[in-house]
C-alpha cells in the first residue's frame, strides 16, 4: 500500500531512512508547504524542497511526532484543516513541543499544500533562531522549483500568494 503525509507525520516514530522512504509516495511533485507565522515566512517549493524542509525538523527532533487533536473537514473534498500536537526531544537534550493549526490539500490523492500555523518562538527555542533561518533560507533559495513543478518547461505565471 502506497504511504500517505499520515505515514509521515502521523504519530508514529520513523527514522530519517523510513521518512525518505514515504515523501517520493506522499508528496504531489507540486508540493508546496507553507509556515506563514515565522518572522520570515516559509515557502517550501516542490517535493525535493519539502523533504528536505522534513529532513531539517528531523535533524533536530529525530524522533519527532505528533498527535491528531483535530479533524475538521471543509467545503473543498480535497481540503482539511487539522489540530495537532508534536514535538519531541532535540538532538541537544532540549524538547520541541508545538501546536499546530494545518490545512491539507490533496491532488491525485498525494499531500499537494499544507499550511501550518504554530507558535514560531517554540520552532526558534528548539532550532536556535539563526539556525533556523539560515537553514529554511538555504532550502527554498537551493531546491525550491519553479511551481508547478510538473509544469516547469511551460512558461508560468505565480499565483499571487506564491508570487509575493
Known amino acids: 500500500m502506497a504511504k500517505t503525509i499520515g505515514d509521515a507525520v502521523g504519530g508514529q516514530l520513523t527514522t530519517l531512512e523510513e521518512q525518505r522512504q514515504i515523501w517520493p509516495q506522499a508528496l504531489h511533485e507540486d508540493a508546496i508547504w507553507e509556515g506563514p507565522m515565522f518572522e520570515k515566512p516559509v515557502q517550501f517549493i516542490g517535493r525535493a524542497a519539502v523533504g528536505r524542509f522534513f529532513e531539517l525538523l528531523l535533524s ?6 505528533t498527535k491528531v487533536v483535530g479533524y475538521y473537514p471543509t467545503a473543498e473534498k480535497d481540503t482539511i484543516i487539522i489540530e495537532s500536537h508534536g514535538g519531541g526531544p532535540t538532538k541537544d537534550g532540549g524538547q520541541y513541543t508545538q501546536r499546530y493549526f494545518s490545512i491539507i490539500t490533496n491532488r491525485d490523492g498525494l ?16 532550532f536556535g533562531k539563526a539556525h533556523w533561518e539560515t537553514s529554511t533560507e538555504a532550502i527554498m533559495r537551493e531546491l525550491n522549483a519553479p511551481w508547478p513543478v510538473s509544469q516547469a518547461a511551460d512558461p508560468i505565471t505565480l499565483p499571487p500568494t506564491l508570487a509575493a
Do not use: D, G, I
Not at 533536530?60 to 511526532?65: A, E, G, L
Not at 501550518?116 to 520552532?123: D, G, K, L
Open 111 to 126: 499531500a499537494f499544500r499544507m499550511r501550518e500555523y504554530c507558535n514560531p518562538f517554540q520552532t526558534y527555542k528548539a
Open 60 to 65: 533536530v527532533v529525530p524522533r519527532f511526532s
